[in-house]
């Protein structure tokens, strides 16, 4: 068996506010640390060349937080760290998260000349109220703006991430985010239903009956739309919640998706190898001071525990999932729940390829239980 493929994931945890919405580890007023926070970034870089095994990385991410907020000159200093310190595989994919406030032209140019070749913008809506709701700093045509910038600079691989279900969305404003999103030609589109966390605003809100939460039918509705209009326009659905042009998915994230080992720097991030998954220290400080061994804690897999996982990840990718090695993994002969699921009209089966239906995509969590109990 070859070796899983490897990438390099680096969290940068500055963002200009806090969004209602999120629960990802990210602070606000704390650039000044930008500089000691690239230089621990590298640092712990160095702790994974072992496991990295001299394969090459076949991509780096770089999320957030908002990235574009670092500064290009320090942006330049990181990757050129990374590049030292990890062999890259000959065209891999380098994808930097950014807001569309937070960048134009000159900015986004400097940050592909350091080697970005992809960019993923926060856009979530094009409703102005839904913008304000979500506690987006921009408006829909700074979005555009972005867009035309990064073209201008030279990028060909773009990602809008988009978000519906914010309570007060009507259907048409889903449907004007979307059609807008098309118009603007990205490579790669992600629509992900909103989802209500503990420990944040919305979180408080719902809690405390003073927001409503969203609304399953009306997310499964706007969710069949984003299916119809996007094959309409020419996207490959590949996986639950993300369309790309032909050849254009993110490599990055199917690393994830098929158990492959990654590298996670910075402040809260995870990384995986061998099917042990670590954790660094969460707060930015604590990182930075503790950089050459930053990991938190960890988990090593079960044997049965990585069969499963690997169902369900695999059950997120819309091309389908082979009976045959489904089984080879797990040990178990999967045709009950397979034979429930065809009845429930959640997958059909062609084949031995187990491959979900508009139904199925709908309630994919039921897929991935059914074949895991």
Known sequence: MNAPEFAVYVHIPYCISRCPYCDFNTYVGIEDTAPEYVDALLTEARTWTERAAGRPAESIFIGGGTPSLLEPQLFDRLMRGLRETFDLASGAEITMEANPETVDAERLAAYGASGVNRVSFGAQSFAPHILQKLGRAHDADRTKAAVAAARAAGLDNLNLDLIYGTPGESFDDWRRSLDETIALDPEHISAYALTIEEGTAFGAAVAGGTMAAPDDDDMAAKYEYALDALRAAGYDHYEISNWARPGRACRHNLVYWTQGDYAGLGAGAHGHHAGTRSWNQKLPRTYIDNADDPVAGSE??????????????????????????????????????????????????????????????????????????
């Open 300 to 373: 090593t897999l079960s044997p049965a525990e990585r069969a499963d996982e690997w169902l369900v990840l695999r059950a997120r990718l819309v091309g389908g999932l082979d009976r045959a090695e489904a089984e080879s993994r797990t040990g178990r002969d999967l045709g009950a729940p397979i034979d429930r699921l065809v009845s429930a009209g959640l997958v059909t089966q062609n084949e031995g390829v187990l491959v979900p239906t508009r139904r199925g995509l709908l309630l994919g969590s039921e897929i991935a239980l059914a074949l895991t109990a």
